[in-house]
């Protein structure tokens, strides 16, 4: 199996959607189940967000239409967002992003933060 992390900006997603410069695209080839690629995909979720608190997104990119994978990916907390093609690929993107991110403020009076 095979693992790689490396910045939104710096790889192939860059230009696939609006990246935020902190932005991560996790990678992993050759994982023997779906179960381990749920386990992976969360163990790095965790690393990811430890190792960079400014990280808003950590991405994973299916294949589209490969929903065994996509499924995978979100038992590990990620969620799907949408395709997008690059040269050579169909891809179905998810994301998995920290709570301060997701993180809502129903009192619409009051301005967040204060």
């Known amino acids: ?20 410069a902190n932005d991560v695209e996790v990678r992993v080839t050759g994982a023997s189940t779906s179960e381990v690629l749920t386990n992976v995909l969360t163990t790095l979720v965790g690393e990811v967000l ?7 997104r950590v991405v994973f990119a299916a294949p589209a239409g490969d929903h065994d994978t996509v499924s995978a990916a ?11 093609d690059l040269p050579g690929a169909e891809l179905s993107l998810l994301v998995a992003e920290p709570t301060w991110v997701t993180r809502v403020d129903m009192d619409l009076d009051r301005v967040p933060g204060t």
């Open 1 to 20: 199996m095979t693992v790689e992390v490396e910045r939104c900006s710096a790889g192939p997603l860059r230009d696939a959607y609006p990246i935020a």
């Open 50 to 56: 430890t190792a960079d608190p400014r990280c808003r």
């Open 74 to 84: 979100e038992a590990a907390g990620f969620r799907y967002v949408l395709d997008v």
